[in-house]
């Protein structure tokens, strides 16, 4: 059975692979594979290993008619067509949990590198334009001790808000259900998202990306922050409406914000967001360590081996296959 690989991966996760598999594998590291190329390799696949950048559509499940397992690198699947996967009964695998911590770490990254200018600071220097020590000379906003807002309180939100209790954060919360374990162990106050917004000095945006939650912060939203409040978002760019978020930025309605994913990605060095200073900007590296990469891999390639074998995959988001 032939296995296709969207994205180069190292060679100890695919080497087991190669004596029960016919393996077909996209070679250039960080450009995507052609959709025209994609569509030809598909057609006689088993299965495909994918990732957020691949739209694995209608037209593409049509076209491959011997497919059995769809496994995507990563916990989001909106690039994929649920429906009619499920149609074809193929079951879609993904990846959630282990890379909780990691894209935990590196939001609060992005809250420390926005709150403190540390991009902004890199850049003085660059330019030579440090002259001399002045007493407000790039002057930020303060961490420990601030109120953080986390909408989207999974496992991710609970990793953000362990770090911001380790900074005596005040940690709030605005989520579809209270997390009784959110309140109990990390102090995390439920509030609605208006509350949050207004209250928050950290806004960070962890929801998941759904119908309900398109572009669920805009220029209402923006507006009942603070002038001295920042936005962080890690979870997905359709969740933001980009123009609101640009306004809200250049006009100083907010003071700054930490992105590592965009609408429309990848995005290039001429989007509006990045000619702002008061932007830190990431290409959606949330999970990019090289443990957590490993273990996504690996987990990604078991739902494969499983669906190819006719089993139940460890993690699959249509699991009525089963029923």
Known sequence: MKILFTRKLPEKLIEPLKERYTISMWTEENDPMPRELLLKEVADADAIFTNVADQIDKELIEQAKSLKVISTMAVGYDNIDIDEATKRRIPVGHTPGVLSEATAD?????????????????????????????????????????????????????GVARRAKGFNMNILYHNRSRNPVAEEELGATYCSLEELLQQADYVVLLAPSTPETRRMIGREQFALMKKSSIFINTSRGTNVDEQALYEALKSNEIFAAGLDVFETEPITADHPLLQLDNVVALPHIGSADIETRMVMGRLAIQNIEKGLAGERLIHCVNEELYK
């Open 106 to 158: 590196l939001t609060f990254a992005l809250l420390m590198a926005t709150g403190r200018r540390i991009t902004e600071g890199m850049d003085v220097i660059r330019r030579n334009e440090w002259k001399s020590w002045g007493p407000f000379l790039l002057t930020g906003q303060s961490v420990y001790g601030a109120t953080i807002g986390i909408i989207g309180m999974g496992r991710i939100g609970q």
